[in-house]
């Protein structure tokens, strides 16, 4: 609720949290957009278009002047300082066709196994002192010359490893190809999928959800459960908790909370 003379809400005046609110409605919030985390969303969807940038002019002519795989170079500004910062966001959500490997990160990318090699081998990657590196400058540097002098045992192991990975990577003239389980058409990202999965965060599903929802209740009707389902709506169990009173049983069904009264449409949480 906000307040008239200055013009700031009151938390002691919300029913509900924020980021509940905000939450997809089959996780229990009201399906409110997080403008936040769709801004996100959508600088996602730009960053994908630099690597197909034979449908933008635009992403031709970032690439001329900046390294897509790191984003650095002669570009700058507060717009191009969070697309860096979203970078690794994007990174874990696609994988690459290696080609001429100029477009790909060596150590932050996905292209060989499942996951980024900064991940799979840690010890080796915080030994490394040139970690902005595309497979293209690494295979043709040596990894032995981005490495400092002296090694961990586990990042002996992993320098092993990793050697013979890249004796078996061979690069092409084309450029790299990437993918996502996120694509949408030839050169999009789902924007929806990826706001879902940034707001569920492995949440599991409400259980409620389907009950408060999928009826066909008035709007207002479908938002008053919700609230109760909250335990937001001064039901007895509520008023029970606040010490307002002394019996919290149901007066329609004369059962204890968290109880579905069949047939009459009430529920009663604690």
């Known amino acids: 609720m906000e307040c008239k003379k200055t013009g700031k809400s009151n938390p002691a005046n919300c029913l509900v949290a924020w980021i509940n609110v905000c ?4 996780l229990g919030g009201l399906g409110i957009k997080d403008m936040g985390t769709q801004n996100i969303c959508l600088l996602l969807k730009l960053i994908h278009k630099l690597h197909h940038s034979e449908l933008s002019a635009w992403a031709q002519w970032v690439q001329g002047r900046a390294s897509i795989a790191t984003l650095s170079g002669d570009i700058h500004g507060d717009h191009w300082r969070v697309l ?3 970078l690794p966001l994007y990174q874990a959500i696609t994988t690459v066709a290696l080609g001429d490997g100029n477009n790909c990160s060596f150590w932050s990318d996905v292209w060989t196994g499942d996951e980024a090699l900064a991940d799979t081998y840690p010890a080796l990657f915080s030994h490394c002192t040139f970690k902005e590196a595309t497979v293209s400058q690494m295979l043709h540097t040596g990894l032995q010359l981005t490495l400092v002098p002296r090694l961990s045992q586990r990042a002996c192991l992993d320098l092993h490893r990793l050697l013979q990975i890249i004796q078996e990577t061979t690069l092409s003239q084309t450029p790299d190809q ?19 999965l940034l707001k569920a965060k492995g949440q599991p599903d409400d259980p409620m959800a389907k009950f408060v929802w999928d009826n066909h209740a008035p ?5 008053f459960m919700w609230l109760l389902v909250q335990g937001k709506i001064h039901a007895r169990s509520v008023l029970h908790t606040k010490r307002i009173l002394d019996d919290k049983t149901c007066e329609v069904c004369n059962e204890a909370p968290l109880r579905l009264c069949s047939g009459r449409g009430f529920i009663y949480q604690k």
């Open 178 to 196: 990437r993918t996502s389980l996120f694509s949408k058409g030839d050169s999009g990202l789902d924007s929806g999928a990826i706001y879902k």
């Open 84 to 86: 860096r910062q979203i």
């Open 219 to 223: 709007p207002r009707m479908q938002l």
């Open 23 to 26: 939450k997809p409605r089959d």
